[in-house]
């Protein structure tokens, strides 16, 4: 059974910076893509980024481009998700997610991810 922890979210100022981390365990996901959604109270959950098994190749939703930055290290089985001039709009939970199987690319959908993680809460304040 894959289990996948997050940690690394608190209640920071706008214009902060935070570093979220997700830790799988029961088994290596070294060659599965993994992801970053978020889901603010009253919106659908929604995809933030995402990184393929090489780490080549990592995509992000609009939002986060230029502020959010994915990064993984597969021998600590880790995915990181660095959150830089955090506003407002950014307050979420944040779930980590991976694929079942290994995958080229990189799915920007949730039902492409088979392991979600429990989720870490970010709140900005203004």
């Known amino acids: 059974q894959v289990q996948l922890v997050e940690s690394g979210g608190g209640l920071v100022q706008t214009g902060d910076s935070l570093r979220l981390s997700c830790v799988a365990s029961?088994?290596?996901?070294?060659?599965?893509?993994m992801g970053w959604f978020r889901q603010a109270p009253g919106k659908e959950r929604e995809f933030v980024a995402a990184?393929?098994?090489?780490?080549?190749?990592?995509r992000y939703a609009d939002s986060a481009k230029g502020r959010l930055i994915i990064s993984r290290d597969n021998t600590k089985n880790t995915v990181y998700l660095q959150m830089n001039s955090l506003k407002p709009e950014d307050t979420a939970v944040y779930y980590c997610?991976?694929?079942?199987?290994?995958?080229?690319?990189?799915?920007?959908?949730?039902?492409?991810?088979?392991?979600w993680g429990q989720g870490t809460q970010v709140t900005v304040s203004s």
């Open positions: 997610a991976a694929t079942r199987h290994f995958r080229f690319d990189v799915p920007g959908t949730a039902d492409e991810y088979a392991y």
């Open positions: 029961g088994r290596t996901l070294t060659t599965s893509a």
């Open positions: 990184i393929n098994w090489s780490a080549g190749s990592p």
